[in-house]
């Protein structure tokens, strides 16, 4: 059983699988021993025909998922199976991948599921009659591809087992992950493994006259793996140097190779060692991970070379979901800046209406301080001219009394308040008389 995307009689999608012949022996273990089970498989035969081809994940006692007599797209749970035949339903080629999903509980066809294709039934009697459902695990639930007499050509890409029975809608999710996984597939080759050798366009050999001992400048293109499996093509450009000729002859032949080579393999390891998310927080992180790593290498000096920096300057997603999830990201980023951006204009505003609030107060209050001081100060004022008014008045009074009274200032103040209280009385009876008040008259009695 060897890794491998390349296996006999392609289909429209290569995925990276293993992959054997009807010689091959593999055993997954008891994997099905829970009270319910639910198992997917993304399986196909490598090779064809009828009672040559047997199963391809099967079990003791003629347990089969995905494949089985030479047929692509059945089952067998021991007395609930697919369509045995097929008839029309589910794969149209028995060399194209199986995407299948198979639980043992709930009721036939929605217990089996060949993409979104619901393929269960139950074994019928000898009228055809639909006989209750009878689903079993194998014994000691027990997995193998190629074991017993159960042999075939096969290619196996996944395997997943929950231990309880994934409803119909959970099956047709996993059913989701398969279909996209084969329609990334038909675009590229599926993870590959040996990649090929950016170098050889990007960095051509060339024959040297003459040693640039200058900074040297160099590109890099380079797939890398998240620890989380996401799979990039990162971008940049190396900057380096000569500063050991003689070490530099003796030690290389193609010195821009090694630096291309190494800092290549320092990325893949830095980069391997975070998740996508922290990647795309500050993917800066990857060129200080990997100049550190390099810094603390002897292969440099030993090659008479200097790494003066390293730069990322583009990442690209290989497949269409992180193309998906990088778009949505940008998106809600873009989103975000712009409600922050609303968000700080409303407050700026708001906080200038407050500011102009607090002048206009201020403003207020300084204008009824004034009003009060200018009420005050006409009041006084008109005091001021009244009080002198009457003071003058009564100083003329009391000098043309004195020679009435020479002698006495008493007798001229006392002068005087008969004067203001005969004119007083002339005040109240003019107003008496000439108003609309009616006087009654009463004659004394004394």
């Known amino acids: 059983v060897v890794v491998s995307t390349n296996a006999p009689n392609p289909p429209t999608a290569q995925l990276l ?72 339903r589910g794969i149209s080629s028995d060399t194209e991948w199986v995407p299948m999903c198979g639980a043992n509980a709930g009721a036939p066809p929605a217990n089996i599921y060949i ?68 329609d990334d597939a038909r675009l590229y080759t599926d993870q590959v493994e040996d990649e090929p050798p950016v170098l050889s366009s990007q960095v051509p050999r060339r024959d040297i006259v003459r040693i ?46 090694d630096v291309y080579s190494r800092t290549r393999s320092t990325l893949l390891q830095a980069v391997s ?72 204009s409303t407050s700026e505003v708001r906080s200038e209406r407050m500011r102009a609030d607090v002048a206009l107060e201020d403003n207020r209050t300084a204008l009824i301080e004034a009003q009060a001081l200018n009420t005050r100060l006409a009041a006084e004022t008109r005091g001021a001219t009244l009080g002198g008014r009457m003071a003058r008045g009564i100083a003329k009074f009391i000098e043309g009394m004195e020679p009435v009274c020479p002698d006495s200032i008493t007798d001229r103040v006392g002068f005087y308040e008969q004067y203001v209280r005969l004119e007083a009385m002339d005040r109240s009876t003019k107003h008496l008389f000439n108003g609309n008040a009616t006087v009654f008259l009463k004659p004394s009695t004394t």
């Not at 002897?298 to 690209?316: A, H, I, K, M």
């Open 273 to 344: 060692n975070m998740t996508f998310q922290t990647f795309l927080s500050d993917f800066s992180q990857v060129v200080a991970i990997a100049m550190e790593e390099n810094r603390r290498e002897t292969f440099w000096s030993e090659r008479g070379l200097y790494l003066q920096s390293l730069e990322l300057t583009n990442y690209e997603a290989m497949d269409s979901r992180t193309v998906a999830s990088l778009r949505r990201i940008i998106e809600q980023k873009t989103e975000r800046i712009v409600r922050l951006t609303m968000q700080r």
């Open 115 to 182: 993409g979104s294709t619901a393929v269960g039934a139950n074994k019928t009697d000898a009228r055809g009659r639909s006989l209750a459902p009878s689903v079993r695990a194998p014994a000691q639930g027990r997995l193998f591809v190629n074991g017993d007499t159960q042999r075939s050509d096969f290619a196996l890409a996944e395997v997943l087992v929950w231990n309880r029975a994934l409803t119909s809608a959970e099956m047709l999710d996993v059913q989701e992950y398969f279909a996209q996984r084969l």
């Open 212 to 257: 640039d001992l200058r900074t040297q400048k160099s590109f890099y293109k380079c797939q890398v793996r998240t620890s989380d499996n996401v799979r990039l093509v990162v971008d940049g450009a190396i900057f380096w140097q000569v500063v050991d000729v003689g070490q530099m002859v003796g030690a290389t032949s193609d010195p821009e190779g």
């Open 17 to 88: 699988a293993l992959v054997g012949n009807a010689g091959a022996h593999l055993e997954l273990g008891g994997l099905l021993t829970s009270g319910r089970w639910t198992i997917c498989t993304l399986s196909r035969y490598t090779s064809v025909g009828i009672g040559v081809q047997r199963s391809v994940v099967a079990g003791p006692g003629g347990w089969s998922h995905g494949h089985m007599h030479g047929r692509a797209g059945v089952a067998r749970y021991g007395d609930n199976m697919t369509q045995v035949l097929r008839n029309g």
